[in-house]
């Protein structure tokens, strides 16, 4: 597989690369872009600058959930404690950023707990080789004690300019995500970057290799606790306070919006692409079906069914060949 | 030259006091985020936080009866419905939905208390007549809020069982799952009557979703630990049933217990002789908010916050309750009776 980019690829190739590396969400693509269509037919509000605002910060926190997930698959990994993280990314920010640390101090603190939070997961995950599945699972019940300790129960605030600046009628959270997609790109192009597939395809050949695989694995949850404090960061903006259980439905769906977006779980299959086109989808499919009218029974069934069709598409496509 | 200037701007400043005057008492008539642009008949949007239990879907049935009532009267003609199933980021999001789609009124029962704030303050701004009822959002840029006091729910449960235990004994209290407004409010009200009453000893307390299985069975853990108990403080319907088939299945003795007008707790109540006390949280409170935003709608002053007044199940009433049982899901709630008349009433008390 042309997964692992080398190390300069040459203009060239890289296009083509880039390509094929698309085989395998490319029916993803289609069903979101027909999506996008459709909500921009119902909504025509959406191509003003508040209506995409407002779509953009629905699905914000989603895209970052799905990416922290995503990192964490590629390296064969996984996390059940992302919604936790996610609270208390929140509740962090809306009890420091309206006191005296302000909302430098405040961002600070989110950071530093997501970074400290994810490696240590990180480090019990890969050092003593414990399941990543029953590592997270009981980190999501000290995280998410954490943030009841923290807020025990919803309050808390966020300055009244900050939240207008991140969740107002400007696209800001649109223009983060692409920053943040800017970084994953050069992060793949740095040494720990380039080890991140290759950790999660073949951890013994990428060790045997001279592949810092601890460490590139070490840095992924690392990486993923830091998205998941800052989703919640967001969220806490975008609704003006915190709530200790406001993440809770995050965890199931960053590992849904990962796995419809291509992302194996074996590791080392799939890119960021497809999972940011799952929670895009995620995110797209409450939209329109409000706006078509479905009852909520309907959506449930509806919701199930887009799910299944778009894993299943490029499924079928492989049996074919 | 100056002189002129200064009329102007005094003249000026004048019609701009007359001017703020007028809207202000216009504001003042009619009912909170309301602009008197919308015309009937209305959309109402049901914004649900989670469809799946049984009391939301009755509660959905008696908001669909009071639209088919309102429809008939020429004055909604659409309802339109969402479920968050249980994720407050969805609610919000759904009822951004409900704005871009212009909707006319919004009912809600929150899955946050602070997370829909600023999303109803947008809508609010648009002039959606906004009732929030049940669990409530920590804001006033609503039209109004709709509830019982939780906190008095607590405070009589637990009178109620302080004197059917002759003001002393061992109990165990039994509340609904932790860091939900509704479980905290219940069980703070119950503090001061508890404190009131030294000899009133608190064994235990439970956690438990508002669901008669775990309910059953952190009982029975705790009637193992517990040989002695007098009297059981539950804090929701579903929780009493479990903890009086838990008392059962151990061939325990039933003890005083307070509960909810869960229709399983209601039949065990009269089938085991029971000495007990209940409490409920009307459905017909979704029908009460459609109503309210329709009245809001038409330009009526409704005030920011009406309080339900908590109706009381007790011996003398509980046979009326359960000769309308059929009626009922066999995992529902028998509600006490409504109609137009009460709203109205509920409406002009302050």
């Known amino acids: ?321 | 030259m100056m002189k002129s200037s200064f009329f102007a701007s005094a003249s000026a400043l004048c019609l701009g006091l007359v001017l703020s005057l007028g809207v202000g008492s216009q504001a003042n008539a009619a009912a909170n985020c309301i602009k008197g642009d919308r015309k009937a008949p209305y959309t109402i949007g049901w914004a649900d936080i989670y469809s799946v239990p049984t009391w939301m879907k009755q509660t959905q049935g008696t908001i669909e009866a009071e639209v088919e009532t309102l429809k008939k009267q020429g004055l909604v003609d659409k309802l339109v419905v969402t479920d968050a199933q249980g994720d407050a980021n969805v609610q919000i999001q759904q009822i951004q939905s409900m704005i871009d789609s212009n909707v006319d009124a919004i009912i809600l029962i929150a899955g946050s208390s602070t997370a829909p704030a600023r999303v109803l303050a947008d809508a609010c701004a648009k002039g959606i007549a906004i009732i929030n009822f049940d669990s409530l959002v920590d804001t006033d840029k609503v039209t109004a809020k709709v509830n019982t006091d939780s906190a008095q729910w607590g405070d009589q449960a637990a009178k109620f069982l302080i004197d059917a235990i002759g003001g002393k004994g061992k109990i165990l209290i039994l509340n609904g799952p932790a860091g939900v407004s509704v479980s905290d409010d219940r069980r703070k009200g119950a503090d001061a009557a508890l404190k009131a009453h030294p000899d009133v000893k608190v064994l235990a307390e439970t956690n438990t979703p508002y669901n008669v299985a775990p309910a059953q069975e952190a009982v029975t853990s705790l009637l193992f630990a517990n040989p002695e108990i007098d009297g059981i403080l539950s804090l929701g319907g579903a929780l009493s049933a479990g903890a009086v088939l838990a008392l059962d299945k151990q061939g325990r003795e039933q003890v005083p217990i307070t509960g909810e007008n869960a229709r399983q707790f209601l039949e065990l109540w009269k089938d085991k002789g029971l000495k007990s006390w209940a409490t409920m949280q009307p459905n017909w409170l979704g029908a009460f908010a459609a109503y309210t935003a329709v009245q809001a709608l038409e330009g009526k002053d409704v005030p920011a916050f009406v309080k339900i007044p908590l109706p009381v199940i007790d011996n003398s009433s509980i046979d009326g309750y359960l000769a309308r049982a059929k009626d009922f899901p066999a995992d529902g709630y028998i509600y006490s009776p409504y109609d137009e008349a009460l709203f109205k009433k509920l409406l002009v008390q302050k």
Not at chain 1, 38 to 50: I, K, R
Not at chain 1, 52 to 57: E, Y
Not at chain 1, 232 to 260: E, K, R, W
């Open chain 1, 1 to 321: 597989m042309s997964t692992i980019p080398s190390a300069t690829p040459a203009g060239a190739l890289y296009w083509p690369v880039q390509a094929r590396r698309n085989i395998g969400v490319r029916s993803l693509f289609v069903v979101v872009l027909g999506f996008l269509i459709a909500y921009g037919v119902l909504f025509p509000g959406l191509f003003t600058a508040s209506g995409f605002a407002k779509f953009t910060q629905s699905w914000f926190p989603l895209a970052l959930v799905a990416m922290a997930q995503a990192i964490l698959m590629l390296t064969g990994g996984i996390s059940l404690a992302i919604g936790a993280t996610v609270s208390l990314g929140a509740v962090i920010a809306a009890t420091t950023m309206a006191g005296p640390l302000g909302v430098a101090g405040g961002a600070a603190a989110v950071a530093v707990t997501g970074l400290g939070i994810g490696a240590a997961t990180g480090f019990i995950v890969v050092r003593l080789r414990l399941p990543a599945i029953v590592v997270t699972l009981a980190g999501s019940f000290i995280i998410g004690g954490a943030a009841l300790l923290v807020l025990p129960r919803p309050g808390g605030s966020i300055p009244e300019w900050l939240s207008d600046m991140l969740a107002g009628n400007t696209p800001a959270a649109f223009v983060i995500l692409v920053l943040i997609v800017a970084l994953w790109k050069l992060y793949l192009a740095t040494p720990l970057g380039l080890s991140l597939y290759a950790s999660g395809e073949n951890p013994v050949g990428a060790y045997r290799s001279g592949v810092p695989v601890d460490g590139a694995r070490i840095a992924a949850y690392a990486i993923s606790g830091l998205l998941s404090t800052g989703a919640g960061l967001f969220v806490a903006a975008q609704t003006g306070s915190g709530d200790p259980v406001i993440g809770t439905a995050f965890t199931l769906n960053s590992i849904a919006a990962a796995v419809l977006g291509g992302i194996g779980f074996l590791g080392g299959q799939g890119t960021m692409r497809g999972a940011l086109a799952g929670s895009l989808l995620l995110s797209l499919m409450i939209s329109v079906m409000f706006f078509l009218g479905f009852t909520p029974v309907a959506q449930y069934v509806a919701q199930g069914l887009i799910i299944i069709g778009a894993v299943a598409i490029p499924q079928f496509r492989k049996v074919q060949q």
